[in-house]
């Protein structure tokens, strides 16, 4: 399945940490993660800081895959409100969910902490605008919840948004301990260093997902992995069959602008807004914009250029209602498909039918964050250790 089309900007910011062959002969491993993005990058890293043997393979480049489409915008809120998720599945867990995206933040500026400066890993504040009067009700539910629980976040009345940040929207919540990244230059900073501790790559190497025994799976050509757990890291490429009625493949847009001089807005705060499909924007190194939205259910990807600058102009045009100041031209634009499931939680944890397949599917709108939660999720079920978070995103719920 073809993930993106038109031209991303992320993988033309950076060469990649290294070229792998294909394999080429059947071959043994502790762990096998399938996918090279930032799902599958993240789980060997985090599996081989545990002292794991770890190969990976993707069926194309690391790197890539839906992750080169990827906005770059992390954050631990969801696209689903913490006070939506305490009327789905109780205030407990809800709770519990969003402090395992807390903690997946933090542990993600400690990873990034550690690597070259060009992964354009920077904290920032994210602003979560109410895009109508009717949506005022909603945020102050939810701020409610946040200060309740003590989640790093304000709110901010119409006056405090438009003196503050030249926002004219009705409220807004401000939340913290958020990032923004360049996320093909991430994963191939990362990946360097999973080849420091020994992990295997693989690429152009297909596999056939309906092969998968106990212990082995074929690869397209024939040859036989055999492993002791098999991670399924393949982003929105495939639905899988136990998740078919849980959830569905979508698209979206994307740009990334031209650079200009200047700063384009107050503090480079990342925005986003209560309205579905949302619209969602961030600042880039060299005075760029990339932003986000106007999602539809269908995963049929648009092949006309014309067609993707002209949903990318959409999307520039919405956001110069809020900055009517920017003169910014749009310089790459691209169309992409991301998965949802349907009670807005992402699939990561054990198989219901194989006990040594994990999955780690960070489906809707926070997979980097979900990501990294779900490698430690992983982690701890391989090695038989309790964990808080499983039972809430476990695959078979």
């Known amino acids: 399945m073809k993930l993106t089309t038109g031209q991303t900007y992320w993988d033309k910011t950076a060469k990649p940490a290294d070229r792998f062959t294909t394999l080429e002969k059947s071959i043994d491993t502790e762990i096998l993660v399938v996918g090279g993005g930032m799902s599958g990058t993240l789980t060997a890293y985090k599996l081989a800081s545990a002292g794991k043997k770890v190969t990976v393979v993707d069926r194309d480049e690391v790197g890539k895959g839906s ?10 809120c969801s696209d689903t409100m913490l006070s939506e998720f305490v009327d789905r599945i109780g205030e407990e867990d809800a709770v519990l969910f969003y402090k395992m995206c807390l903690e997946a ?9 550690t690597l070259p400066e060009t992964t354009g890993y920077r904290l920032r504040d994210s602003i979560y605008y109410a895009s109508t009067e009717n949506d005022v009700d909603k945020l102050k539910r939810e ?10 976040a304000e709110y901010l009345s119409n006056e405090e948004l438009m003196e503050r940040y030249g926002v004219d929207k009705p409220a807004a919540l401000r939340t913290w301990n958020d990032a923004e990244v360049n996320p093909y230059q991430f994963i191939q900073a990362l990946t360097a260093e999973n080849l420091k501790m020994g992990v295997t790559y693989f690429e152009h190497t297909s596999l056939d997902m309906d092969s998968i025994t106990d212990d082995t799976i074929q690869t397209g050509a024939g ?5 002791e757990s098999l991670v399924i890291a393949t982003g929105y490429s495939k639905l899988y069959r136990e998740l078919n009625d849980k959830a569905q493949i979508n698209q979206t847009f994307a740009i990334a602008t031209k ?10 705060v990342m925005v986003w807004e209560t309205k579905k499909p949302y619209l969602y924007f961030r600042t880039a190194p060299g005075g760029r914009m990339i932003a986000g939205g106007l999602d539809q259910e269908s995963s049929d990807l648009h092949e006309n250029a014309e067609v993707i600058l002209q949903k990318g102009q959409e999307i520039l045009d919405e956001i110069t209602e809020i900055f009517p100041h920017l003169e910014v031209e749009i310089d790459d634009s691209w169309n992409s498909l991301f998965g949802i499931s349907k009670d807005g939680l ?28 779900g490698a430690s999720i992983i982690l701890d079920l391989i090695e038989g ?12 719920r």
């Open 223 to 227: 040859d036989t992995i055999s492993f």
């Open 143 to 152: 701020f409610s919840y946040l200060e309740k629980y003590g989640f790093p």
């Open 259 to 268: 650079p200009i001089e200047g700063e384009l807005w107050k503090d480079n």
């Open 346 to 373: 992402p699939f990561m944890g054990r198989s219901a039918e194989t006990a040594t397949v994990y999955y780690l599917l960070g489906f809707e709108g926070n997979g980097t964050c979900y990501s990294m939660a």
């Open 385 to 396: 250790n309790q964990n808080k978070y499983a039972h809430i995103v476990k695959p078979s």
């Open 105 to 113: 933040m933090r542990e993600l500026t400690e990873i990034a902490s």
């Open 67 to 76: 992750s080169s489409a990827n906005t770059g915008l992390l954050q631990y």
